[in-house]
């Protein structure tokens, strides 16, 4: 694959077949960068390069018994929104003597791709050429630390001087050296906008009340409240966010949540307090978030 063919297209153009429309070569290959392209733009916008959680082994890096390390079968995207896909484990081999201890080598995976099947067209060689292009991805063990775009880290092992043998890490944060470090592994995730209130909950309460002076600064049960819900005790953890203000000049309030055990039920109320000479209305809005 030419570094054209590797930009993104600048246009999408999905085929069109129709009754007597005879197909090229460069037909079916522009048909299938189409899909091709248009998998990998949604990876890259809507998702961070790292390895896929909970799908087969994960890529997890582990020890195969002396110098040898065992990657398992697992799925990955890079940055260009590339699948990064090993359906069966690999193991990998280090030569110590081709290092310099101390020194820390990384396993990575990257992207990687090559024409297979070669059709030969004895009659006209120029109709030569490979039927398919198998994607499979690069596992290998360098001393350059990775990127995490193109080249994804599946671990890294600080080599020390006398090495007698690569093990597992007996504390997984905090090993040692000649144990395998999975701290810099990525996971893949989605990339997420700005925070909104309401993608995390629906407001529970909204409304305006007229709060009476306070007696007292300490909270009272005589306090001006509102009802938010009442739930079951046995799954009665609630969440909520409130933005309350006066509306009348030159007052002053707080608010609280408390909430209150009665016949094996938990009620939520919100509480004013109104720190001025006279009453104030208060404008409130409760958020109920999920957990």
Do not use: C
Request: proline share 5%.
């Amino acid at each position: 694959m030419t570094g054209k063919e590797k930009r993104l297209m600048e246009v999408f153009n999905r085929m069109n077949f129709f009754e007597g429309f005879f197909t090229k070569a460069d037909d079916w290959n522009t048909g299938q960068k189409y899909h091709m392209e248009k998998r990998r733009l949604h990876n890259k916008s809507l998702h961070i390069p790292g390895v896929v959680p909970n799908y087969s082994g994960e890529l997890k890096l582990t020890s195969a018994g002396r110098f040898s390390l065992y990657v398992a079968p697992g799925y990955a995207i890079d940055g260009e929104g590339r699948d990064l896909f090993i359906p069966e484990p690999k193991q990998l081999d280090i030569r110590i003597s081709d290092y310099t201890l101390p020194q820390t080598v990384y396993i990575t995976v990257s992207y990687d791709e090559q024409e297979i099947d070669k059709r030969d067209n004895v009659a006209n060689p120029n109709l030569t050429g490979y039927a398919f292009i198998k994607e499979e991805p690069t596992v290998e063990v360098s001393t350059r630390e990775p990127d995490n775009f193109l080249i994804l880290e599946l671990g890294r092992v600080k080599l020390a001087r006398g090495v007698k043998e690569i093990k597992g890490a007996e504390n997984p944060l905090n090993p040692r050296s000649n144990e395998i470090d999975l701290r810099n592994v990525r996971e893949a995730g989605v990339v997420k906008g700005p925070t909104r209130l309401r993608d995390l909950g629906k407001v529970k309460r909204e409304g305006q009340i007229n709060v009476a002076k306070s007696k007292e600064k300490a909270p009272h049960p005589e306090d001006t409240s509102v009802f938010l819900e009442s739930v079951p005790i046995e799954n009665a953890h609630r969440y909520y966010l409130v933005s309350a203000y006066p509306v009348t000049k030159d007052t002053a309030i707080s608010w609280r949540i408390e909430s209150n055990s009665s016949d094996n039920q938990i009620e939520y109320r919100l509480f004013f307090k109104n720190f001025s000479n006279v009453a104030a209305k208060v404008s409130y809005k409760v958020y109920s978030l999920e957990e």
